[in-house]
């Protein structure tokens, strides 16, 4: 069974950046594909980005497609998420996860994911 754990959220300006960070334990994080979620009150939960087990192949939601990058170091037992160019719209709370399904290469919106953390709050004034 594994325990997530996220940080590095916060309070910044339109256009700046921020790194999330995930930290695994239980089980190596290898062995899970990973991925990062949003939620806002009153809204379900949205699929921001995924990654496979060995950080070759990632996902994307068209929001954040080309300013947010998902990593990971499994040496670490971590998970990251750059996010650059922040806008307003991405406030929220945020979610790291983590599938143990062996058939989920990379995980994408659809995907089952087993195991959450608790989130980390990520606030864009504009």
């Known amino acids: 069974q594994a325990r997530l754990v996220e940080s590095g959220g916060g309070l910044v300006q339109t256009g700046a950046s921020l790194r999330l960070s995930c930290a695994v334990s239980?089980?190596?994080?290898?062995?899970?594909?990973m991925g990062w979620f949003r939620q806002t009150p009153g809204k379900e939960r949205q699929f921001v980005a995924g990654?496979?087990?060995?950080?070759?192949?990632?996902n994307y939601a068209d929001s954040v497609k080309g300013r947010f990058t998902i990593s990971r170091d499994n040496a670490r037992n971590m998970l990251y998420l750059q996010m650059n160019s922040l806008k307003p719209e991405d406030t929220a709370l945020y979610y790291c996860a983590a599938s143990s399904s062996a058939w989920v290469v990379v995980p994408a919106a659809g995907s089952p994911f087993d195991y959450w953390g608790q989130g980390t709050q990520v606030t864009v004034s504009s």
């Open positions: 239980g089980r190596s994080s290898s062995n899970y594909g």
């Open positions: 990654i496979s087990r060995s950080g070759g192949g990632a």
